[in-house]
């Protein structure tokens, strides 16, 4: 990265960087661009491709719909019920 670069994107950005700030965010870029024409000098041609750093397993669960309770069981735990609906105080007056 040149410092023309680094002031257009202080523009977009709406940035207002010290001297010492734009030095050192030239530093920073200048190590990054060194170290990734390193990692382009490494031989990868035998190496196969990896998506994930961590090893992935996907555990799916059969899909099946299941009635876990009746309705009779669910009003049983109601205060008060009616044709089959809770019946709840009024909250609107």
């Not at 170290?35 to 491709?49: H, M, P, Q, S």
Request: glycine share 2%.
């Amino acid at each position: 990265m040149d410092i023309k670069t680094l002031s257009r994107l202080q523009k977009l950005n709406q940035l207002n960087l010290t001297e010492t700030e734009e030095k050192e965010l030239m530093d920073f870029f200048a190590k990054a661009e060194k170290d990734a024409e390193i990692l382009a000098t490494v031989d990868t041609e035998n190496v196969e491709r990896m998506v994930y750093v961590m090893p992935m397993t996907n555990i799916i669960r059969e899909d099946i719909a299941k009635k876990l309770y009746t309705r009779d069981q669910l009003q049983e735990q109601a205060p008060e019920a009616m044709d089959g609906y809770w019946q709840v105080p009024r909250t609107v007056e």
